[in-house]
Nanobody, 120 residues
């Protein structure tokens, strides 16, 4: 079974930094696009950042210049470096991956989430 496990969340003061990691495991043949989403209490889940297999990145406007998404294709792992964190960044952050399993079609997988809390 394919699993995605996030780590690196925590409690930080405004202006601080955190680095989130998402490790994949299971019978994975190849990982396509990967991304990070977040969801605050009472809010819709929103896309934060994505990265293609070729390294092309996109970010939601609110995090541009502060967050950096990257990936290690050899490890099938995606990272989110977050700097200058703001209280409005507080949310549960979810890892997402679109990937291939051998002899199967593309499928979308989600991690369980990691809490990021930014205090004023």
């Amino acid at each position: 079974q394919v699993q995605l496990v996030e780590s690196g969340g925590g409690l930080v003061q405004a202006g601080g930094s955190l680095r989130l990691s998402c490790a994949t495991s299971g019978s994975i043949f190849s990982v396509n696009a990967m991304g990070w989403y977040r969801q605050a209490p009472g809010k819709q889940r929103e896309l934060v950042a994505t990265i293609t297999t070729g390294g092309t990145t996109d970010y939601v406007d609110s995090v541009k210049g502060r967050f950096t998404i990257s990936r290690d294709n050899a490890k099938n792992t995606v990272y989110l470096q977050m700097t200058n964190l703001k209280p409005e960044d507080t949310a549960v952050y979810y890892c997402n991956a679109v990937l291939y399993q051998l002899y199967k079609d593309l499928a979308n997988y989600w991690g369980q989430g990691t809490q990021v809390t930014v205090s004023a």
